[in-house]
């Protein structure tokens, strides 16, 4: 059973960093899409960043692109997201997700996504 763990928010102070960890277990990754999402109160849950698992490929949105940086370990099974420059707007429920049906690029939408964690707050104060 496919199991995501998220790690490494909190309350921090705008222009810090951040870095949340996403430890995936019980299937192996190399052909999956691992995604970022994020949900801020009274809003949709919103795409943030992905990564093909197998070729290291990425994907951002707009708002984050340029300040925040997703990567993984193949070693250790687990999936980053290196958040720098972090502004008030970034304060939201971060989720990592993982796609086992495409083969190819990354989808942008949650419907797309097989697998989610259980989420981790970054709030970020001005």
């Known amino acids: 059973q496919v199991q995501l763990v998220e790690s490494g928010g909190g309350l921090v102070q705008a222009g810090v960093s951040l870095r949340l960890s996403c430890a995936a277990s019980g299937r192996t990754f190399s052909n999956y899409a691992m995604g970022w999402f994020r949900q801020a109160p009274g809003k949709e849950r919103e795409f943030v960043a992905a990564?093909?698992?197998?070729?290291?490929?990425?994907y951002y949105a707009d708002s984050v692109k340029g300040r925040f940086t997703i990567s993984r370990d193949n070693a250790k099974n687990t999936v980053y997201l290196q958040m720098n420059s972090l502004k008030p707007e970034d304060t939201a429920v971060y989720y990592c997700?993982?796609?086992?049906?495409?083969?190819?690029?990354?989808?942008?939408?949650?419907?797309?996504?097989?697998?989610w964690g259980q989420g981790t707050q970054v709030t970020v104060s001005s």
């Open positions: 990564i093909r698992w197998n070729s290291g490929n990425t």
């Open positions: 997700a993982a796609d086992e049906r495409r083969f190819t690029g990354v989808s942008r939408k949650e419907y797309d996504y097989d697998y």
